[in-house]
């Protein structure tokens, strides 16, 4: 069945640090690849989507790589701030689906 | 460009109640909606998705004739819970989708959620 994994639960790191976060599928030949960001006791907020023939992309701080090799996304966040806290959720879609799959999510800390 | 509402925020009702959810896309024609429900510290769990003028297609599991869904326009979709308990407790969360090569297409735009609490 299909699959996602979304790295720890929580990852806690200093402000001005590179925050690197790991979505892992399997049994999936997605489309595209999203990542939200969502606060607590807010709607997920759409932050970038990559297409299966990209290999990365950026916007302002934050950078996404796809490999579909792999089939792992990774997220940065460079100079991250204490603003950057939130849960970023990592989500998957085929050709064909017309929904996405999403990952349980990880909560980043950036700590002053 | 491409956001979405939902009402109301929160409510709190008695058990065997019914409650609507209204979602709207505000500046783009969302030919698809979608609604989550979302536990504590877990993820997003699709209930159902639903399309422009035809019936929602409900994930396995979800009970159709408990959460009725009404997509009846292009910027409307309705989640109605309907003879609430307090199991149906959660956080209701609607997403929508633009048409291909339009705004908000290839991507979900989330409304703010909606918290419901069933006493």
């Known amino acids: 069945s299909q699959k996602i994994e979304q790295n720890s639960e929580a990852l806690n790191i200093q402000e001005g640090k590179t925050a690197t976060l790991t979505c892992n599928y399997t049994?999936?030949?997605?489309?595209?690849l999203q990542w939200y960001r969502q606060d607590p006791g807010r709607g997920p907020v759409f932050l970038l989507l990559?297409?299966?023939?990209?290999k990365e992309k950026r916007k302002e701080r934050l950078k996404v790589t796809f490999d579909t090799t792999l089939k792992q996304s990774l997220f940065h966040i460079t100079a991250s701030q204490p603003a950057d806290s939130a849960t970023y959720l990592c989500?998957?879609?085929?050709?064909?689906?017309?929904?996405?799959?999403f990952g349980d999510g990880t909560t980043l800390t950036v700590k002053p | 460009g491409a956001v979405v509402s939902q009402h109301p925020s929160r409510v709190i009702c008695k058990s065997g109640t019914s409650v609507k959810i209204e979602c709207r896309s505000l500046?783009?024609?969302?030919?698809?909606m979608f609604w989550y429900r979302q536990f504590p510290k877990q993820s997003l769990m699709l209930m159902a998705t639903?399309?422009?003028?035809?019936?929602?297609?409900?994930e396995q599991g979800v009970e159709k004739d408990k959460f009725l869904i009404n997509h009846a326009s292009l910027t409307l979709s309705t989640l109605t819970v309907t003879s609430a308990h307090p199991e149906d407790s959660s956080f209701y969360i609607c997403?929508?989708?633009?048409?291909?090569?339009?705004?908000?297409?290839?991507?979900?735009?989330f409304g703010p959620g909606t918290r419901l609490t069933v006493l």
């Open positions: 049994n999936y030949s997605p489309a595209y």
């Open positions: 639903s399309n422009e003028g035809s019936k929602a297609t409900y």
């Open positions: 500046d783009f024609q969302a030919t698809t």
């Open positions: 997403s929508a989708r633009g048409r291909s090569g339009g705004v908000g297409a290839n991507t979900q735009y």
């Open positions: 989500a998957l879609e085929g050709t064909n689906a017309g929904k996405s799959t």
């Open positions: 990559i297409r299966e023939n990209e």
